[in-house]
């Protein structure tokens, strides 16, 4: 209280009070002002890439137009382009990716928070989350110099021996290939699928594997039964935002897909990337149709993972407010 | 009876294929790091920091080009980016409601999302194409674009934790609004905010794709932003894919002396949050 009252008489004091009064809503305003240019560069700037993608690739679409994603003729000399190879790499290496992480991922994030011993769950996750920090180009090396010899000695003949007769393990075993490419992007995404539905079991209430357990269920088909259906929506919302990460690695990618315009139905055989295409030629473009065409190439790839990304959160954006937890997840 | 057993076999059997799933997510971790070693650590001398690449086919020589770039590059990303994903982050925390704020934390998750390949080609055209030049200087700007959303959704988060009686405390005690933001929560905030801006700079310090046609690389020492210049990672890219068998010592090396790197600002991060975390407690 006597603190309370000696204030006003302190500010009563003839101008000084009124001047800083004045210097402090100036200074909030600055202050504000400055928060503001910030906070707005950050729209801006994505506007000014848009721009400038759009502009940027104007050549290209004026002259192939919507042909450009359904041809699949790459010259750049004849100054023809057509990118059906590019998305198709892009979508299928993708896919593949996630049918080898979802599981094991799922399966990592299942075991951390439902039947890993306590003082070993962060620990674990602590050094998967490890592989999420590791270079991209790095990936590549190893995958070069470590994945694809393994797999071509050993796993890829086997596979040949065991599905050959599918169009899909047929051809020579080339080492780099749309299946080592998903292979190393499978390992790359699994740690972003993990956390996040590691996250997303995490907010699932005690209650309903509780009920399940006190109904005579085992722990696996509490699991199965309880826990799981009701993360279901979040742990889309995490295979979602692997599945745009997945889309927009460039570096291992180029270093293992073995980078040639072409679709094959065999694994086995090289493909190309949207990624790829932009990270191998861009610096060696010489005519502005080239150009203009790697730019485009970029203004799809871009469009798509927007798209993507945007269905993860808003997925993962609705269990997050049902469950009032995992916001750390977006 | 029988079918009680079969349930719990069958439990047991599921968690055993979920401890397997672990081990197999855990194992390329091991491998890629002890590979590292067995093939990176043997290259690493003095020589290796300290000298230039040798001509190809001659043993000897080091990456010091691609460390002094790399540091280069990622000091300027920092000053560009650091500053304005602070700013915009303490703007959304403090002002959540205004519109602004909502459309600049949207924004950033599309950035955020945006492929690193994709902000390289943006700076391509907006810095490369009119300056008609590669430089050093375009790179630090694509890898800023990557670290402003990164920094600026920590930030945000971190200041959302300082508890709002320590703002009202400031306040009530006549700071200015300002000074309340600056001084107490910023300041409560900031070992959260260290955690964010290392990880960031841990990420863009082994982005390769945004500098491929930016920065370029160099075969040369380059101090100066304005031409091509070399960095560990671009290094790591041209000696693997490279056909000398010395360059792939290199590219081993180099790669190495990357993933410490990163793993150090990685640990120095989840120190901050360390204490972080006791401050909150």
Same mark, same amino acid.
């Not at chain 1, 190439?297 to 049902?322: E, H, Q, Y």
């Not at chain 2, 600056?182 to 900031?190: D, G």
């Not at chain 2, 982005?207 to 100066?224: D, N």
């Given at each position: 209280?006597?603190?309370?009252?000696?204030?006003?008489?302190?500010?009563?004091?003839?101008?000084?009070?009124?001047?800083?009064?004045?210097?402090?809503?100036?200074?909030?305003?600055?202050?504000?002002?400055?928060?503001?240019?910030?906070?707005?560069?950050?729209?801006?700037?994505?506007?000014?890439?848009?721009?400038?993608?759009?502009?940027?690739?104007?050549?290209?679409?004026?002259?192939?137009?919507?042909?450009?994603?359904?041809?699949?003729?790459?010259?750049?000399?004849?100054?023809?382009?057509?990118?059906?190879?590019?998305?198709?790499?892009?979508?299928?290496?993708?896919?593949?990716?996630?049918?080898?992480?979802?599981?094991?991922?799922?399966?990592?994030?299942?075991?951390?928070?439902?039947?890993?011993?306590?003082?070993?769950?962060?620990?674990?996750?602590?050094?998967?989350?490890?592989?999420?920090?590791?270079?991209?180009?790095?990936?590549?090396?190893?995958?070069?110099?470590?994945?694809?010899?393994?797999?071509?000695?050993?796993?890829?003949?086997?596979?040949?021996?065991?599905?050959?007769?599918?169009?899909?393990?047929?051809?020579?075993?080339?080492?780099?290939?749309?299946?080592?490419?998903?292979?190393?992007?499978?390992?790359?995404?699994?740690?972003?699928?993990?956390?996040?539905?590691?996250?997303?079991?995490?907010?699932?209430?005690?209650?309903?594997?509780?009920?399940?357990?006190?109904?005579?269920?085992?722990?696996?088909?509490?699991?199965?039964?309880?826990?799981?259906?009701?993360?279901?929506?979040?742990?889309?919302?995490?295979?979602?935002?692997?599945?745009?990460?997945?889309?927009?690695?460039?570096?291992?990618?180029?270093?293992?897909?073995?980078?040639?315009?072409?679709?094959?139905?065999?694994?086995?055989?090289?493909?190309?990337?949207?990624?790829?295409?932009?990270?191998?030629?861009?610096?060696?473009?010489?005519?502005?149709?080239?150009?203009?065409?790697?730019?485009?190439?970029?203004?799809?790839?871009?469009?798509?993972?927007?798209?993507?990304?945007?269905?993860?959160?808003?997925?993962?954006?609705?269990?997050?407010?049902?469950?009032?937890?995992?916001?750390?997840?977006? | 009876?029988?079918?009680?057993?079969?349930?719990?076999?069958?439990?047991?059997?599921?968690?055993?294929?979920?401890?397997?799933?672990?081990?197999?997510?855990?194992?390329?971790?091991?491998?890629?790091?002890?590979?590292?070693?067995?093939?990176?650590?043997?290259?690493?001398?003095?020589?290796?920091?300290?000298?230039?690449?040798?001509?190809?086919?001659?043993?000897?020589?080091?990456?010091?080009?691609?460390?002094?770039?790399?540091?280069?590059?990622?000091?300027?990303?920092?000053?560009?980016?650091?500053?304005?994903?602070?700013?915009?982050?303490?703007?959304?925390?403090?002002?959540?409601?205004?519109?602004?704020?909502?459309?600049?934390?949207?924004?950033?998750?599309?950035?955020?999302?945006?492929?690193?390949?994709?902000?390289?080609?943006?700076?391509?055209?907006?810095?490369?194409?009119?300056?008609?030049?590669?430089?050093?200087?375009?790179?630090?700007?694509?890898?800023?674009?990557?670290?402003?959303?990164?920094?600026?959704?920590?930030?945000?988060?971190?200041?959302?934790?300082?508890?709002?009686?320590?703002?009202?405390?400031?306040?009530?005690?006549?700071?200015?609004?300002?000074?309340?933001?600056?001084?107490? /929560? $910023?300041?409560?905030?900031?070992?959260?905010?260290?955690? #964010? !801006?290392? %990880? =960031?700079?841990? @990420?863009? +310090?082994?982005?390769?794709?945004?500098?491929?046609?930016?920065?370029?690389?160099?075969?040369?020492?380059?101090?100066?932003?304005?031409?091509?210049?070399?960095?560990?990672?671009?290094?790591?890219?041209?000696?693997?894919?490279?056909?000398?068998?010395?360059?792939?010592?290199?590219?081993?090396?180099?790669?190495? /002396? $990357?993933?410490?790197?990163?793993?150090?600002?990685?640990? #120095? !991060?989840? %120190? =901050?949050?360390? @204490?972080? +975390?006791?401050?909150?407690?």
């Amino acid at each position: 209280m006597t603190t309370l009252a000696t204030e006003p008489r302190a500010a009563a004091a003839p101008s000084p009070g009124t001047r800083s009064l004045e210097k402090a809503s100036r200074g909030d305003r600055a202050f504000r002002a400055a928060l503001t240019l910030t906070s707005v560069a950050i729209p801006v700037l994505l506007g000014f890439l848009l721009w400038e993608l759009w502009t940027g690739s104007a050549l290209a679409r004026q002259t192939f137009g919507l042909d450009f994603i359904t041809t699949s003729e790459w010259d750049p000399v004849a100054e023809r382009f057509g990118a059906l190879p590019l998305i198709f790499g892009t979508l299928l290496s993708s896919f593949l990716a996630l049918l080898i992480a979802v599981p094991l991922s799922l399966g990592v994030a299942i075991y951390l928070t439902e039947f890993a011993p306590m003082p070993l769950r962060q620990p674990i996750a602590n050094v998967i989350g490890l592989l999420a920090a590791i270079p991209s180009v790095v990936y590549g090396l190893w995958g070069i110099f470590v994945l694809i010899p393994v797999l071509r000695t050993t796993v890829y003949p086997f596979l040949k021996q065991l599905f050959g007769f599918t169009p899909f393990f047929q051809g020579p075993i080339y080492g780099p290939s749309m299946l080592s490419a998903s292979v190393i992007l499978a390992i790359m995404v699994m740690p972003y699928i993990m956390s996040v539905s590691r996250e997303v079991l995490l907010a699932v209430p005690p209650s309903q594997r509780e009920a399940a357990l006190a109904l005579g269920a085992t722990r696996w088909e509490a699991v199965r039964s309880a826990v799981v259906p009701y993360a279901r929506t979040g742990i889309m919302g995490a295979i979602i935002l692997g599945l745009g990460r997945a889309l927009g690695e460039t570096m291992a990618v180029t270093m293992l897909i073995g980078n040639r315009h072409e679709i094959a139905a065999s694994l086995f055989a090289p493909g190309y990337t949207m990624a790829a295409v932009i990270a191998n030629e861009f610096a060696e473009a010489a005519t502005d149709m080239h150009f203009s065409a790697l730019t485009y190439v970029a203004l799809v790839l871009f469009g798509v993972t927007v798209l993507v990304n945007a269905c993860a959160r808003l997925l993962i954006w609705r269990v997050a407010r049902r469950s009032g937890a995992g916001s750390s997840a977006l | 009876m029988r079918r009680r057993a079969f349930r719990r076999f069958k439990s047991n059997v599921m968690t055993a294929l979920l401890m397997l799933s672990v081990l197999i997510a855990v194992l390329p971790l091991v491998f890629i790091l002890v590979n590292l070693i067995i093939k990176g650590a043997g290259s690493l001398s003095i020589d290796f920091f300290t000298k230039m690449p040798a001509p190809a086919g001659e043993s000897g020589g080091g990456v010091a080009h691609a460390i002094v770039g790399s540091l280069l590059m990622v000091g300027t990303a920092c000053l560009i980016g650091i500053p304005v994903g602070i700013g915009a982050g303490i703007f959304s925390a403090e002002y959540p409601g205004s519109k602004l704020a909502t459309m600049t934390r949207f924004v950033a998750d599309v950035l955020n999302g945006t492929p690193s390949i994709v902000i390289g080609v943006f700076a391509w055209t907006w810095i490369v194409a009119n300056q008609k030049h590669f430089s050093g200087f375009a790179g630090s700007v694509a890898l800023a674009i990557l670290m402003v959303p990164m920094v600026m959704r920590t930030t945000e988060e971190m200041i959302r934790l300082v508890p709002n009686s320590l703002r009202e405390a400031a306040l009530a005690l006549g700071f200015q609004r300002w000074r309340t933001s600056l001084q107490i /929560v $910023l300041m409560t905030a900031l070992p959260g905010i260290l955690t #964010g !801006a290392l %990880l =960031a700079v841990a @990420r863009v +310090a082994g982005e390769t794709a945004p500098l491929l046609f930016t920065a370029l690389g160099s075969q040369y020492m380059s101090t100066r932003l304005n031409e091509p210049m070399a960095a560990l990672p671009l290094t790591v890219y041209t000696y693997a894919t490279g056909p000398f068998e010395e360059w792939h010592r290199y590219a081993w090396a180099a790669a190495l /002396v $990357l993933i410490i790197l990163v793993f150090l600002l990685n640990i #120095g !991060a989840r %120190l =901050a949050t360390r @204490r972080m +975390a006791r401050l909150r407690g």
